[in-house]
């Protein structure tokens, strides 16, 4: 079993520990700790960052991939010996230390989604840049975000002046942090709500991160090809992985687009979930 299925599996059996904002204080512990090698400091610094601005109520910035390099424990053994003499007990004790702490560090790391998405109800991971670009793709036309969640594209949207209607059916408040920390004004309506209300006053749709298996997105995407609708269907999401449901991912027609293309080139991905943006019709 690969590793998203497996961490899918585990969060519908609950057996992921909930994160916390002691989450917040172990990534500055270990910046601290580790505190001589930049290329671990380079990646806390970016999800810490990230941190800030969300509880700011801003969108954050790009982010790399966190992962720790495959040569890290060499650097770290180069390091210490630079440091210390050879068979200096204080050299074994960082030594130990360090290389104790470093999966740990990794784990965390690797948990950064989880934490997003426990914290700020943030699911797929919207960068200013990313809606900076978005908005330019939209070029003014009107837009309509359904299933928006907390408002994070709408947000980035907003912020680059383009039009654009949210709304989401706010039924998942009762489970998760998904839409108790509204960034924009959010009209509670479920996504075929939302279309029938909309269909005829926007030329795009966006549907970010559809929950896993339910079959919200193909009922929308079945209305939209039944009415005849130009409307556009922008979708984000993970193919026959994380997100939507098995049934659109079979029905989806996607089309090809050079400025869906571009788009995809400022979508940042951190972790092994390998979402895009997709025009689908």
């Known amino acids: 079993m690969d590793r998203r299925k497996f961490l899918k599996k585990m969060k519908k059996n609950k057996q992921i520990k909930k994160a916390t904002p002691a989450y917040i204080e172990s990534l500055n512990?270990?910046?601290?700790?580790?505190?001589?090698?930049?290329?671990?400091?380079?990646?806390?610094?970016?999800?810490?960052?990230?941190?800030?601005?969300?509880?700011?109520?801003?969108?954050?910035?790009?982010i790399p991939n966190l992962q720790l390099p495959d040569d890290i424990q060499d650097k770290m053994y180069k390091k210490i010996n630079e440091k210390y003499a050879f068979g200096d007990p204080k050299g074994d004790a960082e030594w130990d230390k360090l290389s104790n702490d470093l999966p740990k560090l990794d784990?965390?790391?690797?948990?950064?989604?989880?934490?997003?998405?426990?914290?700020y109800g943030m699911w797929a991971y919207?960068?200013?840049?990313?809606?900076?670009?978005?908005?330019?793709?939209?070029?003014?036309?009107?837009?309509?975000?359904?299933?928006?969640?907390?408002?994070?594209?709408?947000?980035?949207?907003?912020?680059?002046?383009?039009?654009?209607i949210t709304t989401d059916s706010l039924a998942w408040q009762k489970e998760n942090e998904t839409g108790k920390h509204q960034l924009v004004p959010i009209e509670k309506l479920s996504a075929m709500d939302a279309y029938e209300k909309y269909k005829d006053q926007v030329d795009y749709i966006i549907m970010s991160w559809s929950p896993d298996g339910v079959p919200i997105d193909n009922e929308l995407l079945e209305a939209i090809r039944k009415d005849g609708n130009k409307v556009q269907l922008i979708v984000i999401g993970e193919k026959?992985?994380?997100?939507?449901?098995?049934?659109?991912?079979?029905?989806?027609?996607?089309?090809?687009?050079?400025?869906?293309?571009?788009?995809?080139?400022?979508?940042?991905?951190?972790?092994?979930?390998?979402?895009?943006?997709?025009?689908?019709?």
Do not use: C
């Open 126 to 164: 919207i960068s200013s840049s990313f809606t900076n670009q978005l908005a330019k793709f939209l070029a003014g036309k009107p837009a309509l975000e359904v299933m928006a969640g907390n408002g994070y594209i709408s947000k980035g949207l907003k912020d680059h002046d383009a039009n654009i």
């Open 29 to 62: 512990h270990y910046r601290t700790e580790f505190n001589d090698y930049p290329e671990v400091k380079f990646l806390l610094n970016h999800a810490l960052m990230a941190d800030h601005l969300l509880s700011l109520k801003q969108l954050p910035q790009d």
């Open 240 to 281: 026959d992985g994380a997100t939507n449901s098995k049934k659109f991912w079979q029905n989806a027609e996607f089309v090809k687009n050079s400025g869906i293309d571009k788009l995809n080139q400022y979508y940042p991905h951190f972790d092994l979930i390998q979402d895009h943006v997709y025009l689908v019709k």
């Open 107 to 119: 784990q965390q790391l690797r948990g950064f989604r989880d934490y997003l998405e426990e914290q």
